[in-house]
């Protein structure tokens, strides 16, 4: 489906860790929840790939190179054998490049709690840093450490004790291995999301209200609760109200029903169409009348 030239088009979006939990090319060496050891081989290039990590992640390239775009237009490139720290609540855009052969990938994916019980066990400098992604020096403990995963095949792949020790570990070989690690760590643990400014810039996509209340940081009744108290009004309700607003132009630039009930999520027009009523009190149709 193609809208015409000018009208807001909503793109398809990954919210990792959980997106790629049932992608092919992706083995869950330990998964559970927004926790995560993740081996990843791409025999083709992919291009331009949206997503928001609503955890804190590690990439470790063992072939092939990654290239990440952030929101604040700061490009960062991974190549073989290197690491990076990526932060949660970063949106990307990234390209997998395989070069000669297959790109091969390690991603590792730590929530709030486990970065904090983490921090609160050592010290480090309080000393603010401008960085926010950074690469990781990969020395020899650290190769040691992913040279074993290559062999690991566990048997529970949801043991959340086991998950949490390696986790752990990793961690510790980090912070060994970079004196700035756990200070921008720490740094973006202690920065609050501003939710709805965050929904602003990003409503487009195709995030549930569970992935915006895990991005904010809250279970998903805690997430309902604040957002209505300090909005006056739900979180579904408002981002249907966004999303209508996006579909109204849409509309006013020669875009169909049809076109966007499919473009927005919609099972069929009827759905859309009372979506839409929900908003306007009217239909689309009776909408370009007016």
């Not at 489906?1 to 083995?27: C, R, W």
């Not at 995963?149 to 291995?177: G, I």
């Amino acid at each position: 489906m193609t809208l015409l030239k000018g009208s807001p088009i909503k793109t398809d979006f990954y919210t990792l860790p959980q997106a790629m939990y049932s992608l092919e090319n992706v083995h869950k060496v330990l998964a559970n929840a927004n926790n995560s050891i993740l081996h990843k081989i791409v025999d083709k290039d992919m291009l331009d790939m949206e997503k928001i990590i609503v955890s804190h992640s590690i990439v470790y390239v063992k072939s092939g190179r990654v290239i990440i775009n952030t929101y604040d237009y700061k490009q960062y490139t991974v190549t073989d054998g290197e690491m990076l720290f990526i932060p949660r609540d970063s949106y990307l855009i990234s390209d997998y490049i395989t070069k000669e052969k297959d790109m091969e990938v390690y991603l590792f994916f730590f929530d709030y709690e486990l970065s904090s019980e983490f921090l609160k066990n050592i010290t480090f400098s309080k000393t603010p840093s401008e960085d926010k992604l950074l690469k990781i020096e990969v020395s020899k403990n650290i190769l040691s450490f992913m040279h074993a995963l290559d062999s690991s095949d566990y048997k529970d792949k949801t043991d959340k004790h086991l998950l949490k020790t390696k986790l752990f570990e990793l961690l510790h070989l980090v912070r060994e291995s970079s004196s700035l690690f756990a200070t921008v760590l720490a740094q973006q643990e202690s920065v609050k999301t501003d939710i709805q400014k965050y929904m602003l810039e990003h409503y487009d996509k195709n995030l549930t209200l569970q992935e915006w209340a895990t991005l904010s940081g809250h279970s998903l009744s805690t997430f309902n609760r604040r957002f209505k108290k300090e909005h006056e009004i739900s979180p579904k309700k408002w981002l249907l109200k966004q999303n209508m607003q996006l579909a109204n132009n849409a509309l006013k630039n020669g875009a169909t029903v049809s076109e966007c009930a499919s473009e927005f999520g919609y099972a069929n027009s009827s759905n859309f169409i009372k979506a839409f009523k929900e908003i306007y009190k009217i239909t689309p149709k009776q909408y370009a009348l007016t």
